[in-house]
């Protein structure tokens, strides 16, 4: 039964499917949805891919999912896959969707929502965001990644113990998001560091195949802000 991944690059958990599906070993269709030009809002998107008209999403067969985490969970059960990723092991696994339930309200809503107000509202208006408005969002997501690091990563290698698990991707992708309007979590933070780069080391190549479209915006805005001083 063929199986489709369709995302953008863009996407923190699109990233995060893509790391998993390649580190996986499980063989699909890349289905590439560009955002920025809205083809994710056509009618025929909504009727053949996601009623949400969101990324990602999966097909199966004639079978349709989307939430990334769902989606993950959906092809552990379908898919022989390294133990690690989600164990089967009951409490193993607890833990890891202990951070996954966990970071929807965390990491993820307060990198993403940075991320949005600072680079991608304003790519989108054409109308730069308040210092004010910048500076409240930054302190949200710097407490939250300070908490991350604290409740997180102070005991074993990983998020969920000694072995990387998908936790550990899923977290990655969206440190990596803020990276882009110019905020780096991993600086000044030896112990989130110290686990990114294991993250990245154990996931190589695809981590950075899969950043690499972030990693050149991430350059681009950088040598743009040199321009300017």
């Known amino acids: 039964m063929s199986l489709k991944l ?22 699909f269709t890349r289905c590439v949805v560009n955002l920025g030009k809205g083809e994710h809002l056509t009618e025929e998107y909504k009727n053949e ?3 949400f008209q969101k990324v990602p999403v999966i097909v199966h067969g004639d079978f349709r999912l989307t939430e990334s985490v769902g989606i993950l969970r959906y092809l552990c059960r379908e898919y022989t896959v390294p133990d690690h990723f989600y164990p089967k092991d009951s409490k193993l696994q607890a833990r890891v969707d202990e951070y996954l339930e966990w970071q929807h309200n965390n990491i993820r809503m307060f990198c993403a929502l940075y991320f949005q107000k600072k680079w991608l509202l304003p790519k989108i208006t054409g109308e730069p965001a308040s210092e004010k408005t910048i500076a409240e969002y930054e302190h949200r997501m710097i407490d939250g990644i300070d908490n991350f690091e604290r409740c997180w990563l102070q005991s074993g290698s990983f998020i969920a113990g000694d072995n ?4 550990d ?16 979590a991993a600086e000044g933070r030896p112990i989130l560091s110290r686990w990114l780069s294991r993250v990245r080391d154990e996931l190589n190549p695809h981590y950075e195949e899969a950043h690499t479209f972030l990693n ?14």
């Open 164 to 167: 990387l698990s998908a936790a």
């Open 49 to 51: 891919v996601s009623r």
């Open 6 to 27: 369709y995302y953008d690059a863009l996407s923190q958990p699109s990233r995060a499917l893509l790391i998993f599906l390649q580190s996986s070993n499980i063989p």
């Open 216 to 229: 050149k915006l991430v350059h681009l805005n950088r040598k743009a802000k040199s321009a300017k001083l």
């Open 169 to 184: 991707i899923w977290a990655a992708c969206e440190l990596e998001q803020p990276r882009i309007a110019g905020y780096d």
